[in-house]
């Protein structure tokens, strides 16, 4: 909605254009009248729609055509002003301001106009039967308001009618000529109709319908007037209630009487509570609300959020099998404009025969907001998150983490949601990691017809607790350039255990990227059940992982009938949450040891400083 509003008054001379924005000000008629007043501002507190109004007034007598244009385009309406005891000024509405107004506008937005015939004390009759053929053949033209300057009739409702003009506009909800809702606004509120739907019957209960007027107006409806709402809407629409419950057809036919009796005002303030603008998208403001994201952090859904997107799936499975299939998805997908979530996703979750699973649905909500908390913003606004959960925004769903060097210096990670990167040649094995992590073995993994996903994201349990971790597959041919990115909570290295040539790959991109940082590394080597290939000269996998303290080289592979094994993940997530375990685990001998001697010395020091105590106190 607009912040401010700006009227502009044109008309023939001496129609009482200055008149009117005196008596409104003054809340007098003017003895004496200047050719032209000059702007005003009416503060936000006092307009019935609490925005600041500048009424701005012209005069053909002091003003050149190019000003007069000027002052149109600036103006978010316009007053066409004319002497109701004077004919020929209502035929110059129509051979002259109109065309003045929207003449270069034929394709694009017009600006509202509101008729004003002024000096009706002079006319007992009304000159509405005049005006009505160029309110017909101008759509721009919202309404027509007869006044009296000099009796101050009706001026405050002429300012109102213009600033309601601008505010709730009626040319982007309604055709006239058809009688029927604009395709946009129809496509709006049916979005707005299917999240109110709770219960996905396509109608609207009256326990649905009291949740939607409170939602909109701030209170429900009385027993009386619901009932009275839906006596109107069977009397003139077939189907429009069924089973004593309001269809999509019946809540279209609502809003287009609303529109059709001038109160076009309930029916954007229905659509501005579901986040839209004036041109009947959802605004900016409210698909990306500001959330601060400081570098170093990272994101995710919290238990709000959670609670919600699980509402969301259980609300579209209608067939309580615990899974979405596919024609359940396309209807949790009906709110969006575009499926949110690309082709690739189910090869990014767990799935169960095909469908998607809670488990798998929660994991897909967490790789966006961890990878895109922007995209997730997005998704929870179609979804009506701020209305539905009564929030002011949808960033009340995301939990910002604390800093990644935080995390480093207290040794472990307080974050849910962990990033691990998978580096290494082509070939070894990297998408069947991958697909290894969601349970798919190496014969599922090849009947995959697309290109596999870069992401792949399951839960592992962590000394007890539920972490997601996300797998990340980096593409070889960037992986020695400086332009690699290679932050993440963990880095797993891996090699072909049949090629030697893809360890030394690893070794590279670790001394690179990896040697001198904080960030976790480990050694996998893939294709296990192969046997090794011949060794090049230098150090062995597990000699160049013990001589930089790194743990030994973790065997895997993905053949064989059965699931692959899980080990691999918990372990990536177990050094990702405690990174000093890295080190830890590899010298337990050498720490214990030490320990050993140190307890060692500490006695023999004990005994010696005894004895020399002894010694001092018979020398005395």
Not at 208 to 223: D, I, R
Not at 295 to 320: A, I, M, W
Not at 388 to 409: G, M, N, Y
Not at 479 to 495: E, G, H, K, P
């Amino acid at each position: 909605m607009k912040r401010d509003v700006r009227i502009l008054l044109l008309g023939e001379a001496q129609v009482g254009k200055t008149s009117l924005i005196m008596s409104l000000v003054g809340e007098e008629f003017p003895e004496e009248v200047p050719p032209r007043a000059e702007e005003i501002t009416i503060p936000a507190d006092v307009t019935p729609e609490k925005v600041p109004t500048h009424i701005v007034d012209s005069s053909e007598a002091e003003q050149t055509v190019e000003e007069l244009q000027d002052e149109i385009h600036k103006a978010n309406v316009v007053c066409v002003v004319y002497d109701v005891s004077e004919e020929a000024t209502i035929e110059k509405i129509r051979t002259k301001w109109i065309p003045l107004v929207n003449g270069g506008t034929e394709k694009g937005p017009r600006v509202p106009i509101i008729l004003v015939g002024n000096k009706s004390d002079l006319r007992p009759g009304s000159s509405m039967e005049a005006v009505l053929p160029i309110m017909s053949q101008f759509p721009e033209i919202e309404t027509c308001v007869e006044c009296s300057a000099k009796n101050l009739r009706n001026i405050s409702e002429l300012f109102y009618y213009a600033q309601k003009a601008v505010l709730h506009p009626t040319a982007p909800l309604y055709d006239p000529e058809t009688k029927q809702l604009k395709p946009e606004c129809t496509q709006a509120l049916t979005r707005i109709f299917r999240l109110s739907d709770q219960d996905l019957d396509q109608a609207l209960s009256d326990e649905e319908l009291n949740a939607f007027q409170k939602s909109c107006f701030g209170h429900p409806l009385a027993p009386q007037a619901l009932e009275d709402v839906k006596m109107v809407v069977r009397k003139n629409v077939a189907g429009g209630v069924r089973d004593d419950r309001l269809t999509l057809d019946g809540f279209l036919f609502l809003n287009t009487l609303f529109i059709q009796r001038g109160r076009h005002e309930t029916t954007w303030t229905i659509l501005r509570r579901f986040g839209y603008g004036d041109t009947l998208e959802l605004s900016t403001d409210y698909l990306f609300p500001p959330l601060h994201v400081p570098p170093g952090c990272s994101t995710e859904l919290n238990h709000f959020g959670y609670q919600f997107v699980q509402r969301v799936f259980e609300k579209h499975d209608q067939d309580h099998d615990g899974t979405l299939s596919l024609a359940e998805l396309q209807d949790l997908f009906s709110v969006f404009p575009a499926p949110p979530w690309g082709p690739q996703f189910l090869q990014e979750v767990r799935t169960e025969a095909g469908r998607l699973s809670l488990h798998g649905y929660l994991c897909q909500w967490t790789l966006v907001t961890y990878l895109d908390v922007r995209r997730c913003l997005e998704h929870l606004g179609y979804l009506g998150y701020p209305i539905l959960c009564k929030q002011d925004s949808q960033a009340h769903a995301i939990t910002v983490t604390r800093e990644k060097r935080l995390d480093q210096e207290k040794g472990q990670t307080q974050r849910n949601v962990l990033l691990c990167k998978v580096v290494g040649a082509r070939g070894v094995g990297k998408s069947a990691f991958l697909q290894a992590f969601l349970g798919r073995g190496l014969g599922e993994t090849r009947e995959l017809h697309k290109v596999p996903a870069v992401y792949a994201i399951n839960t592992v349990q962590v000394n007890g607790q539920e972490k997601y971790l996300i797998l990340c597959e980096v593409d070889a041919g960037s992986l020695l350039s400086t332009a690699f990115d290679a932050t993440c909570d963990v880095a797993c290295l891996m090699f072909d255990g049949t090629d030697p040539q893809s360890f030394a790959l690893c070794t590279s991109v670790y001394k690179r990227h990896y040697m001198d940082g904080q960030i976790p590394c480990l050694f996998v080597s893939s294709k296990a059940d192969l046997p090794e290939g011949v060794s090049l000269p230098g150090l062995s996998p597990a000699e160049f992982c013990r001589r930089h303290r790194l743990p030994t080289p973790t065997p895997f592979s993905c053949a064989g009938p059965g699931e692959p094994s899980t080990a691999v993940f918990t372990r990536l997530a177990t050094i990702a949450t405690f990174p000093y375990l890295v080190h830890g685990e590899l010298h337990t001998t050498s720490f214990w040891l030490r320990v050993t001697l140190g307890a060692v010395g500490a006695a023999v020091a004990a005994v010696l400083s005894f004895s020399l105590y002894r010694v001092l106190v018979k020398s005395r």
